[in-house]
């Protein structure tokens, strides 16, 4: 099992670009083109990571996440899901750079292949910044009555938290 | 404007419970190396995000999202009943949930709007059944690789930083599974 996950990068980078070789598309500039568009998402990024990871680290420091996570510690250990998590939780619907960096703060805190870094990094990956996908959607169609969009959604979002928990408890 | 204020409360917040606890000069070096932290963690996760953005745009270009799109179809005709029929929306929504698979989020929301608004044409002003299900399939991360989340463990110094994998899918899938459900319970009961 080990030796799957260590080749898996590379199988996968391999057998795209073999691909893409078959295919006749010329698989370095298409590479090139794509990091480059990694750049931009990441000067797109920063401003809002440095914003965001002053106001978590301040929280940090100040002892609110711990009350927060207190408060909620009761009804999270039912669920399955660790109280560690309850900020990046909050923003996750909200803002997606500030459940990256929430999430981010958490992974470097706990480490990335703790229980905990490891819940924060599946919730971040399995679940989406859901009130601002509802507002541009339905901004660019034109909705007023969204009807059981949000609470449908939402569903899916508590859901994937309870799930992202569960999966890491079930793999490692 | 939303984010002002959540940014605001977060900031303040901290300053109230900071001089409650006794935690005032904590709370002022956390201010710097927030901001520094924020900063090194762009720099090293810039490798892993560029390459597998690249990895992407390989996969883009061999037409990877036409094939995903093509396999897509027979449930998409069951998750959008109204519009089964509809061809040029039917190959809107495939296009939209393969880029989102692929993780291409900017080629993906255009897609999705486009849909949303060729739906929005059926019942002008309300959200209709499958223009509602399309805005949960979009606010449900179906994503194959999770390039950023995978750029941040190796930051952090994770040895093996894909090995979440199948977490991701796993977790995905239940939370895709349960929005979806939801949608279609809600649909029957919801009035107006």
């Given at each position: 099992m080990d030796l799957v996950f260590a080749l898996l990068v590379p199988v996968i980078i391999a057998s795209v670009a073999l691909y893409g070789i078959c295919h006749r598309v010329d698989v370095y500039d298409a590479l090139i083109c794509g990091a480059g568009g990694g750049l931009e998402i990441l000067l797109r990024i920063l401003p809002a990571l440095v914003g965001l990871l002053t106001a978590v680290y301040m929280l940090r420091a100040s002892g609110a996440l711990e009350l927060a996570a207190g408060a909620f510690a009761p009804l999270l250990d039912t669920l399955g899901?660790?109280?560690?998590?309850v900020g990046l939780m909050l923003v996750r619907p909200i803002s997606g750079s500030a459940a990256l960096g929430t999430g981010a703060e958490l992974i470097n805190t706990y480490g990335p292949d703790s229980y905990i870094g490891r819940c924060a990094a599946v919730m971040l990956g399995s679940t989406e910044t859901t009130f601002y996908t509802i507002a541009v959607y339905f901004g660019a169609a034109g909705i007023q009555k969204s009807r059981y969009a949000v609470p449908a959604a939402l569903c899916a979002d508590i859901a994937g938290f309870m799930a992202a928990a569960f999966a890491v408890r079930l793999f490692f | 404007m939303a984010m002002a204020f959540i940014w605001t409360g977060m900031v303040v917040l901290s300053l109230v419970c900071a001089i409650l606890t006794g935690n005032e000069a904590a709370l002022a070096a956390a201010t710097l190396e927030g901001a520094k932290a924020a900063v090194t963690l762009c720099i090293s996760m810039a490798g892993i995000l560029c390459l597998w953005m690249g990895v992407m745009e390989i996969m883009k270009r061999a037409g990877l999202a036409d094939k995903i799109a093509r396999l897509l179809h027979p449930l998409l005709r069951r998750l959008f009943p109204d519009f089964a029929k509809d061809k040029d929306v039917m190959n809107t929504i495939a296009a939209n949930v393969s880029a989102n698979l692929l993780g291409l989020g900017n080629a993906a929301t255009p897609l999705g709007l486009e849909a949303a608004r060729k739906m929005s044409r059926?019942?002008?002003?309300v959200a209709g059944d499958s223009l509602c299900m399309l805005v949960v399939c979009n606010t449900a991360s179906i994503q194959l690789i999770p390039t950023t989340v995978a750029g941040v463990r190796m930051a952090a110094g994770?040895?093996?930083?894909?090995?979440i994998l199948p977490a991701v899918w796993i977790a995905s899938l239940i939370s895709v599974t349960v929005g979806i459900t939801a949608a279609k319970i809600l649909s029957k009961v919801w009035r107006n």
């Amino acid at each position: 099992m080990d030796l799957v996950f260590a080749l898996l990068v590379p199988v996968i980078i391999a057998s795209v670009a073999l691909y893409g070789i078959c295919h006749r598309v010329d698989v370095y500039d298409a590479l090139i083109c794509g990091a480059g568009g990694g750049l931009e998402i990441l000067l797109r990024i920063l401003p809002a990571l440095v914003g965001l990871l002053t106001a978590v680290y301040m929280l940090r420091a100040s002892g609110a996440l711990e009350l927060a996570a207190g408060a909620f510690a009761p009804l999270l250990d039912t669920l399955g899901i660790p109280p560690e998590t309850v900020g990046l939780m909050l923003v996750r619907p909200i803002s997606g750079s500030a459940a990256l960096g929430t999430g981010a703060e958490l992974i470097n805190t706990y480490g990335p292949d703790s229980y905990i870094g490891r819940c924060a990094a599946v919730m971040l990956g399995s679940t989406e910044t859901t009130f601002y996908t509802i507002a541009v959607y339905f901004g660019a169609a034109g909705i007023q009555k969204s009807r059981y969009a949000v609470p449908a959604a939402l569903c899916a979002d508590i859901a994937g938290f309870m799930a992202a928990a569960f999966a890491v408890r079930l793999f490692f | 404007m939303a984010m002002a204020f959540i940014w605001t409360g977060m900031v303040v917040l901290s300053l109230v419970c900071a001089i409650l606890t006794g935690n005032e000069a904590a709370l002022a070096a956390a201010t710097l190396e927030g901001a520094k932290a924020a900063v090194t963690l762009c720099i090293s996760m810039a490798g892993i995000l560029c390459l597998w953005m690249g990895v992407m745009e390989i996969m883009k270009r061999a037409g990877l999202a036409d094939k995903i799109a093509r396999l897509l179809h027979p449930l998409l005709r069951r998750l959008f009943p109204d519009f089964a029929k509809d061809k040029d929306v039917m190959n809107t929504i495939a296009a939209n949930v393969s880029a989102n698979l692929l993780g291409l989020g900017n080629a993906a929301t255009p897609l999705g709007l486009e849909a949303a608004r060729k739906m929005s044409r059926k019942t002008p002003g309300v959200a209709g059944d499958s223009l509602c299900m399309l805005v949960v399939c979009n606010t449900a991360s179906i994503q194959l690789i999770p390039t950023t989340v995978a750029g941040v463990r190796m930051a952090a110094g994770s040895a093996t930083p894909f090995d979440i994998l199948p977490a991701v899918w796993i977790a995905s899938l239940i939370s895709v599974t349960v929005g979806i459900t939801a949608a279609k319970i809600l649909s029957k009961v919801w009035r107006n």
